[in-house]
């Protein structure tokens, strides 16, 4: 199911953040949304991902939604690679491929992560894996990830710069603090 527009607006807070090694940049992640009503959790009924999971002994769990500009529904992706071969400028990678931890660990991981992980669609480290975007900052809204996602679990929306920096603390209403130069 896609991703609804309003996931990180009103009161919704990140529930973890993913930080880029070059010690700038980093992207949140945001609420699953697997199991509201009208979203289906597309993960959780797929055959290769449900037996990569049982391979690793691992739980599966609701993970959210990385990203904010843009953003893919971990709960939705099933590591289809699509996103990740389709971007001109290489944003994605396989996240396991850059730290091999659980997808809950991911999101809970604090320590900066290198932004070493593959951005080839076949190198992903098995089914559990997915697209994540490493370089959100780098994105130039062309929107090929978008339009090629078999689950729809990619939405780009550069307006939500906004909710980014609002869940920073950095958003600031354009010409707030600044002097009008008009006035006497």
Same mark, same amino acid.
């Given at each position: 199911?896609?991703?609804?527009?309003?996931?990180?607006?009103?009161?919704?807070?990140?529930?973890?953040?993913?930080?880029?090694?070059?010690?700038?940049?980093?992207?949140?992640?945001?609420?699953?949304?697997?199991?509201?009503?009208?979203?289906?959790?597309?993960?959780?009924?797929? !055959? =290769?991902?449900?037996?990569?999971?049982?391979?690793?002994? *691992? $739980?599966? &769990?609701? /993970?959210?939604? @990385?990203?904010?500009?843009?953003?893919?529904?971990?709960?939705?992706?099933?590591?289809?690679?699509?996103?990740?071969?389709?971007?001109?400028?290489?944003?994605?990678?396989?996240?396991?491929?850059?730290?091999?931890?659980?997808?809950?660990?991911?999101?809970? !991981? =604090?320590?900066?992560?290198?932004?070493?992980?593959?951005? *080839? $669609?076949? &190198?992903? /480290?098995?089914? @559990?894996?997915?697209?994540?975007?490493?370089?959100?900052?780098?994105?130039?809204?062309?929107?090929?990830?978008?339009?090629?996602?078999?689950?729809?679990?990619?939405?780009?929306?550069?307006?939500?710069?906004?909710?980014?920096?609002?869940?920073?603390?950095?958003?600031?209403?354009?010409?707030?603090?600044?002097?009008?130069?008009?006035?006497?």
């Amino acid at each position: 199911m896609p991703i609804k527009e309003d996931f990180c607006k009103g009161d919704k807070k990140p529930i973890g953040k993913i930080n880029y090694s070059d010690g700038e940049n980093f992207h949140w992640v945001w609420p699953s949304q697997a199991g509201e009503a009208g979203n289906d959790w597309d993960a959780s009924t797929d !055959d =290769k991902v449900l037996a990569d999971y049982k391979k690793h002994g *691992e $739980k599966m &769990e609701k /993970l959210g939604i @990385t990203g904010t500009m843009v953003a893919n529904d971990w709960d939705v992706c099933v590591a289809d690679g699509a996103c990740i071969e389709a971007c001109p400028v290489q944003i994605f990678q396989w996240y396991r491929t850059d730290k091999d931890i659980s997808g809950i660990d991911a999101v809970k !991981d =604090k320590t900066p992560w290198p932004g070493a992980g593959t951005t *080839e $669609k076949e &190198e992903r /480290l098995d089914f @559990t894996d997915k697209a994540d975007a490493i370089r959100e900052h780098d994105c130039i809204w062309c929107m090929a990830c978008v339009s090629v996602c078999p689950p729809l679990a990619v939405l780009v929306d550069q307006g939500n710069q906004e909710f980014h920096e609002k869940a920073a603390g950095t958003f600031q209403e354009l010409g707030s603090g600044q002097a009008n130069p008009h006035s006497h």
